[in-house]
């Protein structure tokens, strides 16, 4: 199949550059209102093109793909996550899934980064309390936060987001510790000066930071439960810019209310786009809408990716980020 004949649906507006190197490729339909497909034009979409190029707000289920008719053959997703796609499904259509991986964990890690001083530094409580005209000058004892130098960081998915999260706390004078289902390679282990905790709820006891940077799957749902979340001590803080499903929202707002933890610094919500109201209302909670990985480098460089990706389907080969199923 010719790649000027593929005819590829983008379902949300991406960057010019990525969008014009798109286009000069294939037969594409881009989306300029950025307005999020309704799921009768997603099945449109599958129906009438041979690529599909989603994002993480276009949920792909099994029903979808059932749907989805027989032309389309590849869905080159733009992110690197894909618990909104049935892989399972897709293949069972005979549809290839790919994504874009390892272009998003150095600005992934940055914002994890910044969580991580702004949450304990009180930051934006202090941005806060200039713009209201709280602040009255210097005072020994006014807007007090925690050093975290010293402190220890529990790394929850240390993979390739997690390891840049490692490389940067450390420069910070902070403690790499972490929960994997298996320990990483030793030789990073090392590097990273991480100790490895079997156990998660071990790990949750004896931890200043958490950072969750693991994926959303089955089996990482709610994987910080309100019972994990109360083993954690009270002077704790939790940062997340995975995804907000993974930790119990409503257990980890009544704590934070209740003072049970210290704060939280949260890139993801479990209800995107409209957090816990008790998070809006703490004052210790620092709240981004999910921009982690926003910057118009790792954008370019994920189109590139699903550029890429196309391109090796349409030549017969293999795409180099092609996701197996029960390997995702």
């Keep these: 199949m010719a790649p000027d004949r593929l005819k590829v649906t983008v379902t949300r507006k991406l960057p010019g550059p990525v969008e014009q190197r798109l286009s000069a490729l294939f037969d594409t339909v881009l989306n300029p209102a950025d307005e999020p497909f309704s799921n009768a034009a997603l099945i449109d979409a599958a129906r009438n093109s041979d690529v599909l190029a989603p994002t993480i707000?276009?949920?792909?289920?099994?029903?979808?793909?059932?749907?989805?008719?027989?032309?389309?053959?590849?869905?080159?997703?733009?992110?690197?996550?894909?618990?909104?796609?049935?892989?399972?499904?897709?293949?069972?259509?005979?549809?290839?899934?790919?994504?874009?991986?390892?272009?998003?964990?150095?600005?992934?890690?940055?914002m994890a980064m910044a969580l991580i001083l702004a949450v304990p530094r009180r930051l934006v409580e202090g941005v806060r309390a200039l713009e209201e005209g709280r602040f009255a000058g210097w005072s020994p004892t006014w807007m007090l936060g925690r050093r975290v130098r010293g402190k220890k960081l529990g790394i929850i998915g240390l993979g390739r987001v997690g390891q840049a999260v490692a490389r940067r706390a450390r420069a910070f004078g902070i403690e790499i510790h972490y929960h994997n289902r298996t320990p990483i390679n030793p030789h990073v282990e090392e590097e990273l000066e991480a100790t490895y905790w079997d156990s998660l709820d071990q790990l949750l006891a004896n931890m200043d930071i958490i950072s969750v940077n693991c994926p959303h799957t089955p089996a990482t749902y709610h994987l910080l439960s309100r019972r994990r979340l109360d083993l954690l001590p009270p002077h704790a803080y939790v940062v997340n810019i995975s995804r907000g499903e993974i930790i119990d929202e409503s257990a980890l707002a009544e704590m934070i209310a209740q003072g049970r933890l210290a704060g939280a610094g949260l890139d993801v919500f479990e209800k995107e786009p409209r957090p816990n109201e008790k998070l809006l209302a703490a004052p210790n909670v620092v709240l981004l809408p999910h921009m982690a990985s926003s910057t118009i480098e790792s954008r370019i460089e994920m189109g590139e990716r699903v550029i890429i990706n196309i391109k090796m389907f349409a030549d017969g080969h293999k795409p180099p980020d092609r996701i197996i199923p029960g390997l995702e």
């Design 57 to 110: 707000g276009d949920r792909l289920d099994a029903e979808f793909f059932e749907a989805a008719g027989d032309r389309l053959k590849l869905v080159a997703n733009f992110g690197a996550g894909i618990d909104h796609i049935d892989v399972e499904a897709a293949a069972a259509r005979g549809i290839t899934v790919t994504n874009t991986p390892s272009v998003l964990a150095e600005d992934a890690a940055d």
